[in-house]
């Protein structure tokens, strides 16, 4: 199971694939990091290095990252803001960063969170997602002693 939900049985057998690979990211932001990660800026649709781009299985590929992509941003959407916290403080005890001041003192200057939205989410959860991130990031600051971004850094 990739997340609260038995995710594998509400999408396809390909699907299951992916998140049989997901599942061995331990955080839910994690997971979210690396699927935005593999959509492409410029074209809006996800590219897996297996795939060749243009072709078929490209955007057979792609269809199912962005469905998986949204299913995972919505069961992170709903949970607590406690249980985020607690998601995202897991996050950065896997990530190789040497000081989690850096890591934090970078997302509050460069606003990453807001990326990992799937471009098929507006309104009110992509709102709920910046605000409750910028509300952790804010408890993060205060735990890990970051001073307010350079904004000239």
């Not at 406690?82 to 890591?103: C, S, W």
């Not at 709102?127 to 002693?145: C, V």
């Amino acid at each position: 199971m990739l997340t609260g939900r038995n995710t594998a049985t509400e999408t396809d057998g390909s699907d299951a694939l992916w998140i049989r690979d997901l599942s061995q990211i331990e955080t839910l932001y994690g997971r979210l990091v690396y699927l935005a990660g593999l959509r492409n800026p410029d074209s809006g649709r996800y590219e897996h290095f297996g795939c060749a781009p243009g072709t078929q299985s490209s955007l057979t590929v792609s269809r199912h990252l962005k469905r998986i992509h949204e299913t995972i941003f919505r069961d992170w959407v709903t949970l607590s803001l406690e249980r985020k916290k607690a998601d995202i403080e897991l996050y950065i005890a896997t990530v190789d960063q040497g000081d989690r001041r850096l890591l934090v003192d970078a997302w509050l200057r460069l606003t990453p969170y807001k990326n990992l939205v799937p471009a098929s989410v507006q309104g009110p959860e992509r709102q709920r997602h910046i605000s409750d991130f910028e509300a952790i990031l804010g408890l993060l600051k205060n735990l890990y002693g970051v001073a307010s971004p350079d904004p000239a850094a």
